[in-house]
């Protein structure tokens, strides 16, 4: 099955503190991963996409197609990235229809 | 303009309403999509229309219906809801099916 998988519902890190969002996927086809995340009241928008391998706010992601995981890091967090933040993972039918699967979020608290 | 734009913000309706979502984007992506999102659950794809065609359906009930009447344009016409529909109804948009997608603020529904 093609799915994504966020193991943690909730992290909490105090400010300054390196903090990683973890992912993990399953897809038969070649993975193309993306993050986003939902501030509050705010629209969800696009962090990062793997392919680009840039580095937004301070955030990095590499994908490990071994581990299949692509999860999210930032060496010292700051209060403003408390988020709910979703992987997600374009999945492909033979068919030919193309959908972005969400894994159910890790809500991040960057504690003072 | 680089954003999507959705309206209304918030809408309330009885279960006998008729009533019409818009959402709007002038970045001229040809895929545009409408997704629904419940408190604390990520969004889950309900259309896809890609080049003012219909192309993923979801197995959305009826009385959900979206329509595509040009490209920047994507409405979701709405009838005989039920109280358990109450959601956040996202609209994306994409370059082409299957890039990465960019987020509307939502309209924000109550059904009464």
């Known amino acids: 099955a093609q799915r994504v998988t966020q193991p943690e519902k909730l992290l909490s890190v105090f400010k300054g503190a390196p903090v990683e969002l973890k992912c993990n996927y399953s897809?038969?086809?070649?993975?193309?991963l993306f993050w986003y995340v939902q501030y509050s009241r705010q629209r969800l928008q696009l962090l990062l996409r793997?392919?680009s391998r840039e580095s937004i706010k301070g955030f990095t992601a590499d994908l490990n197609k071994g581990e299949t995981s692509f999860h999210l890091k930032k060496p010292f967090a700051q209060e403003e990235d408390s988020a709910m933040y979703y992987c997600?993972?374009?999945?492909?039918?033979?068919?030919?229809?193309?959908?972005?699967?969400f894994g159910k979020g890790t809500k991040l608290t960057v504690n003072p | 303009d680089t954003e999507v734009t959705q309206t209304p913000k918030h809408l309330v309706m009885g279960m006998t309403n008729k009533k019409s979502l818009k959402c709007e984007q002038h970045m001229g992506h040809r895929a545009m999509y409408w997704y629904k999102q419940k408190a604390k659950k990520p969004p889950e794809l309900m259309f896809v229309y890609s080049y003012e065609k219909l192309s993923i359906n979801e197995s959305v009930p009826s009385r959900f219906s979206p329509e595509c009447p040009n490209s920047s344009l994507l409405n979701l016409h709405l009838h005989a809801l039920q109280p358990e529909d109450s959601a956040l109804y996202l609209c994306a948009s994409s370059q082409r099916w299957g890039w990465e997608q960019y987020f509307g603020p939502g309209t924000r529904l109550t059904v009464t």
């Open positions: 897809y038969s086809g070649s993975p193309e």
């Open positions: 793997h392919i």
């Open positions: 997600a993972l374009i999945v492909r039918s033979q068919g030919g229809s193309e959908k972005l699967v």
